[in-house]
């Protein structure tokens, strides 16, 4: 599976950053929409989590420099969505851009 490589800064703490994250994969209508079959288990100490489904999964990890935060977010995609690897890698920037800042 293609692997696509996320990274989005945020202006909040590691904490507050972590959580707006496990929220967002935990509730987000849209994931849902692409995999009703998704499940998300978190590392609540490592600040760390994976979203896996029938259609994806993705490795997420919350990385803390010093007062605010960064989300590394490694998804992999199957082969069909190849093409749109680089429309879904803006799309999933925007969302987080806009959740974390």
Request: contains cysteine; positive net charge; hydrophobic residues 40%.
């Amino acid at each position: 599976m293609p692997k696509v490589n996320i990274d989005v800064p945020s202006t909040l703490n590691a904490q507050d950053t972590f959580t707006k994250i496990k929220t967002f994969f935990d509730e987000s209508p849209d994931l849902r929409k692409f995999d009703p079959k998704m499940a998300c288990t978190f590392n609540d100490s490592q600040m760390s989590g994976v979203a896996k489904g029938d259609k994806f999964s993705a490795d997420l990890k919350v990385n803390s420099s010093g007062s605010t935060a960064s989300v590394s977010i490694v998804l992999d995609l199957p082969l069909l969505l190849s093409p749109f690897k680089g429309q879904i890698k803006s799309t999933v920037e925007k969302k987080l851009n806009a959740l974390l800042s």
